[in-house]
């Protein structure tokens, strides 16, 4: 079973605020995902580590950072939130020593609404 | 560079009835698939994947896909839907071997209909 977890699950900040998404997983992976989820459109890779002290940007530009200082967690952070930033936040772990047809684990994502 | 292709961004189908949704991908090199499904307000939840071996792929919920190279398609099944398998449904690939960077289609939004 899975064990991914994600808080908050809503957040309405007004603009300015500095946020931060929590993601944390009990399953001891290695690699862990932050995707960005709009209607209609493909999942967004934004950030990704390979494990601990490693942080690398994904496909998406984003202005958002992350930090690697545990295993288990890999929170995200906005400085500064803009309406722009509104979107569902997912975050994915994947145990690599399985090698490229390990699947990625998903939490339950933050849907994040800046007013 | 790869890429996914879901033709269909709904499909509505009536209970009990079958139901196809599609995938195609391009890639350059050889590659592994996986079909998830998101539930409303939930996170992504592996249906199935082919890595290899029968092109024919069973996976959770009476779900199946079946992997043709020449096609380079990758499309999900089942043969009796259900209320309960109302959700959006991710195709997703990746390069078996090098930078193994995973693309995801844009996502099918099942409707079973009663």
Known sequence: ?115 | AQSVTQLDSQVPVFEEAPVELRCNYSSSVSVYLFWYVQYPNQGLQLLLKYLSGSTLVKGINGFEAEFNKSQTSFHLRKPSVHISDTAEYFCAVRNSGGYQKVTFGTGTKLQVIP
Not at chain 1, 26 to 31: E, Y
Not at chain 1, 50 to 56: A, D
Not at chain 1, 88 to 100: F, M, N, P, T
Request: hydrophobic share 25%; proline share 3%; with cysteine.
């Open chain 1, 1 to 115: 079973e899975a064990d991914i977890y994600q808080t908050p699950r809503y957040l309405v900040i007004g603009t300015g605020k500095k946020i931060t998404l929590e993601c944390s997983q009990t399953m001891g992976h290695d690699k862990m995902y932050w995707y960005q989820q709009d209607p209609g459109m493909e999942l967004h890779l934004i950030h990704y580590s390979y494990g601990v002290n490693s942080t690398e940007k994904g496909d998406l530009s984003s202005e958002s950072t992350v930090s690697r200082i545990r295993t288990e967690h890999f929170p995200l952070t906005l400085e500064s939130a803009r309406p722009s930033h509104t979107s569902q936040y997912l975050c994915a772990s994947s145990d690599e020593r399985g090698g490229a047809g390990t699947e990625a684990f998903f939490g339950q994502g933050t849907r994040l609404t800046v007013v």
